[in-house]
């Protein structure tokens, strides 16, 4: 059985990069993309169930610290892995992001190849369950 995610990046070009990394690692997933955290909830309150959430920080409208305070604070949404994948990696934003509930926090890989390992181990094993 194929996993859901849905990446939430204001970003095109990052989105398309992600889909075919994702593609690369073994392609096991059906992803969807919005551009932003208000896009986001608005799917999943239109019923859609993904296996994990994986999210930019810096996006219009809501921004990933929003978004990860809603869909932890929501119990229809709380129990979603949500990944944040971002191009900081300040100690301060990391604990923020696992204070509130974020499984885990990425550092956007700088290749695609690492894109795809990323995917790989640490995304692909949190999924299995």
Known sequence: MRKQVLLVDDDREDRDIFLMALREAGDLFDCLTCGNGIECLKLLESGLQPHAILTDINMPMMNGFELVTNLK?????????????????N????KQFRQLGAEQFVTKPTSFRELVNFIQSAFRFQMAT
């Open 73 to 89: 604070a929501r119990p229809d949404y709380k129990q979603i892995p949500v990944f944040v994948l971002s191009t900081s990696s």
């Open 91 to 94: 100690p301060d934003t990391v």
